[in-house]
């Protein structure tokens, strides 16, 4: 029997699950729609600091690179460092990505989160982005990543994460869910794909379970106590939310 450790990373992305990924934008539309936030955030970033000409991002989980292709757009000079333990998934980004990567640009690392986050030097990066991939982790390990951004963001920098946020209501939370599984069924049938439909719905409970799922005001009061500084929540749409966190200045 396989023990989850809190600490340990998994691998939830492979087989045609990670080879046909881009039918989240069918199940999900508010995920690009996240994406495009998470490199809008970029902008506002550099609005807000624009004494800062070259910026060094990281992101968290490459995916297909739908939202670092975002990322990149909105960074005007800078460089981006984005990771990811699929190597399914990083082959998809590396065919997208193929333009920035030859620029240099872009440095993609197959790596679990926390293996590539200790590799880097304290307060080395600007911004920390992610979409849809920290509601993965187990909740242990997800707080050591959250340590560990902290640490390699620069005083002022931003950890930018689109993703899944529980709604706090129990009540309203479950019924939130139960319509996305409602939603699955439909999009799955109207495309003859019964064989996603169970890998959609197998992961949504690994999603939903004590171990992986992220409530709102849970995860922000975890980062408050971590040190990071003023949160903002905003987009919020279901469990979708765009959250913005900032290291504070020593």
Same mark, same amino acid.
Request: aromatic share 8%; with cysteine.
């Given at each position: 029997?396989?023990?989850?450790?809190?600490?340990r990373?998994?691998?939830l992305?492979?087989?045609?699950?990670a080879?046909?990924y881009?039918?989240?934008?069918?199940?999900?539309?508010?995920?690009?729609?996240?994406?495009?936030?998470?490199?809008d955030?970029?902008?506002?970033?550099?609005s807000?600091?624009?004494?800062?000409?070259?910026?060094s991002?990281?992101?968290?989980?490459?995916?297909?690179?739908?939202?670092?292709q975002?990322?990149?757009?909105?960074?005007?000079?800078?460089?981006?460092?984005s990771i990811?333990?699929?190597?399914?998934?990083?082959?998809q980004?590396?065919t997208?990505? =193929?333009?920035h990567?030859v620029?240099? +640009?872009l440095?993609?690392?197959? @790596?679990d989160?926390? %293996?590539?986050?200790?590799a /880097?030097?304290?307060?080395?990066?600007?911004?920390?982005?992610?979409?849809?991939?920290l509601?993965?982790?187990?909740?242990?390990?997800?707080?050591?990543?959250?340590?560990?951004i902290?640490?390699v963001?620069?005083?002022?920098?931003?950890?930018?994460?689109?993703?899944?946020?529980?709604?706090d209501?129990?009540?309203?939370?479950?019924?939130?869910?139960?319509?996305?599984?409602?939603?699955?069924?439909?999009?799955f049938?109207?495309?003859n794909?019964?064989?996603?439909?169970e890998?959609?719905?197998?992961?949504?409970?690994?999603? =939903?379970?004590?171990?992986?799922?992220? +409530?709102?005001?849970?995860?922000i @009061?975890?980062m408050? %106590?971590?040190?990071f500084? /003023?949160?903002?929540?905003?987009?919020?749409?279901e469990?979708?939310?765009?959250?913005?966190?900032r290291?504070p200045c020593?």
């Amino acid at each position: 029997m396989t023990v989850l450790t809190p600490h340990r990373a998994e691998h939830l992305f492979h087989g045609a699950f990670a080879d046909e990924y881009h039918f989240l934008k069918v199940i999900c539309p508010l995920s690009l729609f996240m994406s495009e936030r998470v490199g809008d955030s970029v902008v506002a970033f550099r609005s807000e600091q624009p004494e800062l000409r070259s910026l060094s991002a990281l992101e968290i989980g490459t995916g297909t690179g739908v939202t670092t292709q975002l990322i990149l757009s909105a960074l005007g000079e800078g460089s981006l460092i984005s990771i990811d333990n699929a190597p399914a998934m990083m082959v998809q980004a590396e065919t997208h990505l =193929e333009e920035h990567l030859v620029s240099g +640009r872009l440095r993609l690392i197959t @790596d679990d989160a926390l %293996s590539a986050l200790y590799a /880097l030097p304290s307060e080395s990066m600007d911004l920390v982005l992610s979409a849809y991939t920290l509601h993965n982790f187990l909740e242990g390990y997800r707080r050591e990543v959250l340590k560990e951004i902290l640490r390699v963001l620069k005083p002022k920098g931003w950890f930018v994460n689109g993703d899944r946020y529980g709604v706090d209501d129990p009540a309203e939370h479950l019924k939130t869910i139960q319509d996305e599984v409602r939603g699955y069924f439909r999009v799955f049938r109207e495309i003859n794909r019964p064989d996603l439909l169970e890998q959609w719905v197998v992961h949504l409970l690994s999603d =939903e379970s004590d171990e992986h799922r992220m +409530r709102l005001t849970t995860s922000i @009061d975890v980062m408050q %106590s971590l040190g990071f500084g /003023l949160t903002t929540v905003s987009d919020r749409h279901e469990v979708n939310t765009l959250l913005i966190s900032r290291k504070p200045c020593l």
